[in-house]
């Protein structure tokens, strides 16, 4: 059984948020941050931080909650990312990424 993930980058401490879903989330965390889509939202808003993320059992069920927090107000997404990462630090901090299997 594969994972899939529901994420939020953001570019800054309260910042600008960009909610995601993906089956291979330190991937897409690379992608983000290395700007492989230099037309994205998260590209053009320097969302490369990683701040939030769910873990689920399929897709499916990934996809609905993608969906889900994407009509929440802002106030409920901070105080769902604030439960967890008070600070928005970027989650991702201490991945060691190898940057060179990324294709460009």
Known sequence: ??????????NKYHGVLYIGVTDNLIERVKEHKLKIYPNSFTARY??????Y?????NGLNA???????KKWKREWKVKLIEEM????????????????????
Do not use: A, G, H, P
């Open 1 to 10: 059984m594969s994972l899939w993930y529901v994420y939020i980058m953001s």
């Open 46 to 51: 320097n969302c490369d931080k990683l701040i």
């Open 53 to 57: 993320f769910e873990e689920l059992d």
């Open 63 to 69: 996809t609905t909650r993608e969906k889900q927090l």
């Open 85 to 104: 990462n008070f600070t928005w630090m970027d989650i991702s901090l201490n991945w060691n990424f190898d940057f060179s299997k990324i294709r460009k």
